[in-house]
DNA sequence: TTGTATGCGTTATCAA
DNA sequence: TTGATAACGCATACAA
């Protein structure tokens, strides 16, 4: 591969001069940039990256922690992340944990190594101390590890309310919800915490049935559901943590022959493709999730650049009803 | 941070055999050994990636190029290229091209910037050209863009015969064909070629319908289905290019009041969750995704390591039966 | 406006 | 067995 100075012998100058051409800095006549770019094509010069990195003590490079990316939230996250990552000239370092502790920490220490220039991280196992001990830019998805380490999330609460408060009004009055491991210090257990209040409140009976793992184990729903229509067969209303698991639920009612408004009534939560995918279509709540990974990006950018950013950066929610309710 | 001048100081030896001790090279009595490891350990040393690629000119970081995380074959197969590279030591760059060629080779030229060891690329833009040029370990899924380039892929005659004499066999009179678009010149394209085939020796009735553009617009599948439904009232059975259109396809029918498979047959095609999460469950010819992906990575660095690779990878499909067949 | 010298953090080539 | 020195490819302070 060619190097910054068989272009500059080829120009007739000095390397210097090739760098700052290639940054653009400083004073160049239109003839020299024209000479420089010419000796470039005809190489097919490319600028080393990692050495330019490694001069600069910046990679442009941002590492994405997630638990799994075949999970329909997590890669559309990821996409948006990329996307806007792609649109600030940042490349992305993708790290599957596949909620392995082990993984993760090996990750936290590659992305240090290869000194990224700071991590987002969605994933949700349980090592907190390993991301506050390094000092580096650090944005982190639905979880609060820290008072000074800035995260994103929906408004989980608001989303919680908005989907109990439907599932009564349309006459619900045995309510179950599903989700996650509500031990995880997760922000969005709010959503668990505001189907309950709001429930109790309204004087409505409900229930909850978690995963007890820190799994996005598939079969684990379904076994759930199972043990849901069992011990509780009049359930008439469903708020699951998950579009993911809402398609579950609204599998599992076909499957006992419960009809979908008419029996039970469902609502998730993400506002994925899922739920446009399903008939009848999912009633959700929709996170920002462009939104949600553009912020993400934004808020590591800053913090590279030195600036102080916001702790808690909570997005709007919505309801998009579908045919479940 | 500190480098490996600290380190050598804090040990009492030069940075040279700290630079052994860290890549093991030499002979090295244990004890000093230890006294490295420890000076490491105060000080939280982590060796700098970027100075170590750029001195041994190998990054251990593979670029995957594809054309849409969010889609549920992509994300699933970057899933396992991601798990297949970490467990080599490797570092993933993702690239989501998003159909767009300016994006696609914009991420070429960073991909080759960044020096990354070999690329990945399951997109389906028609540059083919400038993977070609550049000289760096390749490999392409689902299509053959040179003669020379390895390429890994699911056995699609085979898959499409599988399917199509499925639906034959179960009665099947007026089928359909839906997928993307046939110009591209993609290894899958077989599965329709096999679908047309298997269906006129057989001597039964079949059309076919294609995306007309190279995105995957969700909702031109949507569009395409409404068009089969009226264009042929009478299909009584369907072979999908995807799971996804498989997924639209049931949800077609649903909402056209037609019974499935009563009245409609469908396969799709990948194996992906998305068949059990329906009811009925999709049928579908499996990809051994798993397989694919770890080979992917695995031709990857057979090349890095100069050695040949075989240029058709084609790996067997199953048919997996659900409740649409 | 351009060039020289030095440093970024590591590995490799010598020599001791 | 260990260390000094020169690359790796680029950016930057300083000189000219």
Chains 1, 2 share one sequence.
């Not at 653009?24 to 010069?45: D, F, H, I, P, T």
């Not at 990329?82 to 220490?109: F, M, P, R, T, V």
């Not at 909850?208 to 509780?232: G, I, M």
């Amino acid at each position: 591969m060619p190097t910054i100075k068989d272009v500059a012998l080829k120009a007739g100058v000095s390397a210097t001069t090739v760098s700052r051409v290639l940054n653009n800095r400083g004073y160049l006549s239109e003839a020299l940039k024209q000479r420089v770019y010419s000796a470039m094509e005809e190489l097919n010069y490319r600028p080393n990256e990692l050495a330019r990195s490694l001069s600069r003590s910046r990679s442009n490079i941002i590492g994405l922690i997630i638990p799994l990316v075949s999970l329909p939230f997590f890669s559309v996250l990821t996409s948006y992340i990329e996307q806007h990552a792609y649109l600030n000239g940042y490349k992305l370092l993708l790290c599957n944990s596949q909620q392995d502790k082990i993984k993760e920490l090996e990750y936290i220490d590659m992305l240090r190594s290869s000194r990224v220039d700071g991590i987002i991280m969605g994933s949700h196992t349980l090592e907190v101390e390993a991301y506050r001990q390094m000092n580096l830019p650090l944005v982190t998805f639905d979880r609060q590890i820290s008072p000074g380490i800035p995260y994103v999330c929906s408004d989980n609460y608001t989303g919680g309310q908005l989907a109990t408060t439907l599932l009564i009004e349309k006459g619900c009055r045995k309510l179950a919800h599903i989700g996650g491991h509500p031990e995880l210090n997760l922000l969005s257990n709010l959503r668990y915490k505001a189907f309950v209040e709001t429930a109790r409140q309204a004087g409505i009976w409900h229930t909850s049935l978690h995963t007890d793992n820190n799994s996005f184990d598939v079969l684990a729903y379904e076994r759930l559901l199972e043990q849901l229509f069992r011990e509780h067969p009049g359930i008439d209303g469903i708020f699951a943590g998950s579009d993911l698991i809402a398609a579950y639920a609204l599998k599992a009612c076909r499957e006992s022959g419960r009809r979908v408004p008419a029996d039970v009534r469902i609502v998730g939560y993400d506002g994925t493709a899922l739920c446009s995918l399903n008939h009848p279509s999912i009633t959700t709540i929709r996170q920002p999730m462009e939104d949600m990974g553009r912020l993400a990006v934004e808020l590591i950018l800053k913090q590279v650049e030195g600036m102080s950013v916001p702790s808690a950066n909570i997005l709007p929610v919505k309801l998009q009803e579908g045919s479940t309710t």
